[in-house]
């Protein structure tokens, strides 16, 4: 039996072990999917791997799953941060969409001098963070972490992480991954109005950072979002694991 739908939930999964359906759950899964007991749906917890489970009672409004087997490992992503200026409401989605598409471990909003909103969602971004996983077969969750300012994330960089920063003001130059080591990583990436000339200043002098140019052409910020993931993975992610 193929399973189609697959499920993040808060809970521990294993063999038997029954796992109860919440509202908005049990609403998708016998409302909008029209599942009845005996289906089956893939469930995953970020911790677990993915397992086949099988629906052992549905109501309107809660339900419950019975786990039957694993149906594959747990996969962690690389230990990658992706640190981003939010832009317009639907921008910001597709930047934490894609980016926990492509793997990214971590997805912080940071604001810089030249962001515009002040203000995230977190909850809806880390909802369109399980929506992604969910689609796209990852057995992991990446945490949206709350908008925090740049200069503050800096001034605690942990010592033992390199930052990719893309800077537009090298756009065109010769500026890449090729002497980088894998290890831990983040990415970073600017508002539409750029970094400030102190920003820049600052980012160039910190001592884990590599700067880095995605091409001749200035990119939005969702693009350079999806490019610089791109770029990380196919040097040192797990693209050729
Ligand atoms: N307003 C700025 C462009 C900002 S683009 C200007 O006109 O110069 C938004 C972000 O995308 C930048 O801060 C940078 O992080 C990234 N970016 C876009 N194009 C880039 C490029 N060619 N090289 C490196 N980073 C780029």
Request: glycine fraction near 0%; include cysteine.
């Given at each position: 039996m193929t399973v189609k739908i697959r499920l993040y939930v808060d809970h521990p999964l294993g063999d038997g072990q029954t796992v109860p359906l919440n509202r908005d759950q049990a609403h998708y899964l016998f409302g909008v999917m029209r599942q009845q007991a005996g289906a089956h749906v893939a469930?995953?917890?970020g911790r677990d791997g993915e397992w086949r489970a099988e629906v052992t009672k549905a109501g309107k409004r809660a339900g419950e799953l019975t786990c039957l087997e694993q149906t594959r490992p747990m996969q962690m992503p690389p230990d990658l941060w992706l640190?981003?200026?939010?832009?317009?409401?639907?921008?910001?989605?597709?930047?934490v969409e894609k980016a926990a598409e492509m793997g990214a471990a971590r997805i912080m909003p940071v604001q810089t001098e030249f962001t515009n909103s002040e203000?995230?969602?977190?909850?809806?971004?880390q909802a369109h963070a399980v929506e992604a996983a969910e689609q796209c077969g990852g057995t992991y969750v990446p945490e949206v972490t709350d908008l925090q300012?740049?200069?503050?994330?800096?001034?605690?960089?942990?010592?033992?992480?390199?930052?990719?920063?893309?800077?537009?003001?090298?756009?065109g130059?010769?500026?890449?991954?090729a002497a980088a080591k894998p290890g831990k990583w983040a990415i970073l990436i600017g508002p539409e109005g750029g970094f400030s000339p102190a920003e820049?200043?600052?980012?160039h002098a910190l001592p884990n950072a590599h700067v880095v140019s995605l091409g001749p052409r200035i990119l939005r910020a969702d693009t350079?979002?999806?490019?610089?993931?791109?770029?990380?993975?196919q040097a040192l992610g797990d693209w050729n694991a």
């Open positions: 469930l995953f917890n640190l981003f200026a939010p832009i317009k409401k639907a921008r910001t989605d597709f930047i203000r995230i969602r977190q909850d809806r971004l300012k740049l200069d503050r994330v800096l001034t605690d960089w942990p010592l033992d992480r390199q930052l990719m920063f893309c800077d537009e003001a090298e756009a130059q010769a500026r890449d991954l820049r200043k600052r980012l350079a979002a999806v490019a610089a993931l791109t770029v990380w993975q």
